[in-house]
């Protein structure tokens, strides 16, 4: 351990030597939070800080209304002022949920088995999420600037099944 022995040093030098130490510590304090920080952003513990990486589902988003986004998606399978639900083809089905006023407030793809162009959970976070032992993911982070919280579930085994959920905060 490192001593300093103040009587070798004037009043002053010593003034200086423990000015110089608080200095010090305090800049290296600063700089482990700060590092801190950075590394919490970039693993999506802050997001709300973040802006989502993926806000939209074949062009349509949160707070669309009704008649735009069925421009969009095209004639629905079963429509109603509540929900819409398309199917595209037989991989791939997408539920729209609207507010009393008629805008959107949840999205939600679903991807089976053998669907092509299926979204990772980096593309939807930016970052790869980590899968269990069994292959699944589960992932769900809060945007509150955006107004809305994201989802992403992947089920386990070979025919997985792949949900993106956008929905708004409510």
Same mark, same amino acid.
């Given at each position: 351990?490192?001593?300093?022995?103040?009587?070798?040093?004037?009043?002053?030098?010593?003034?200086?030597?423990?000015?110089?130490?608080?200095?010090?510590? +305090?800049?290296?304090?600063?700089?482990?939070?700060?590092?801190?920080?950075?590394?919490?952003?970039?693993?999506? %513990?802050?997001?709300?800080?973040?802006?989502?990486?993926?806000?939209?589902?074949?062009?349509?988003?949160?707070?669309?209304?009704?008649? $735009?986004?069925?421009?969009?998606?095209?004639?629905?399978?079963?429509?109603?002022?509540?929900?819409?639900?398309?199917?595209? %083809?037989?991989?791939?089905?997408?539920?729209?949920?609207?507010?009393? +006023?008629?805008?959107?407030?949840?999205?939600?793809?679903?991807?089976?088995?053998?669907?092509?162009?299926?979204?990772?959970?980096?593309?939807?976070?930016?970052?790869?999420? $980590?899968?269990?032992?069994?292959?699944?993911?589960?992932?769900?982070?809060?945007?509150?600037?955006?107004?809305?919280?994201?989802?992403? +579930?992947?089920? #386990?085994?070979?025919? #997985?099944?792949?949900?993106?959920?956008?929905?708004?905060?409510?």
């Amino acid at each position: 351990m490192f001593r300093i022995n103040l009587k070798l040093f004037s009043k002053y030098r010593a003034g200086l030597a423990l000015f110089g130490c608080i200095a010090g510590f +305090s800049l290296l304090t600063a700089t482990a939070a700060q590092a801190q920080r950075s590394k919490a952003s970039l693993t999506n %513990n802050t997001p709300e800080d973040n802006q989502p990486a993926f806000h939209e589902l074949r062009g349509v988003h949160i707070g669309m209304l009704a008649d $735009e986004a069925r421009k969009k998606l095209g004639t629905p399978r079963d429509k109603s002022a509540e929900q819409d639900f398309y199917v595209f %083809n037989d991989n791939e089905a997408l539920q729209v949920y609207y507010d009393k +006023s008629g805008a959107v407030i949840t999205l939600s793809v679903d991807f089976m088995s053998g669907a092509n162009g299926v979204p990772t959970s980096k593309d939807v976070f930016g970052l790869e999420s $980590e899968a269990k032992a069994d292959g699944s993911i589960f992932k769900r982070v809060d945007y509150p600037k955006a107004g809305y919280w994201i989802s992403y +579930s992947r089920t #386990a085994g070979n025919d #997985a099944t792949t949900t993106i959920t956008i929905q708004k905060i409510k």
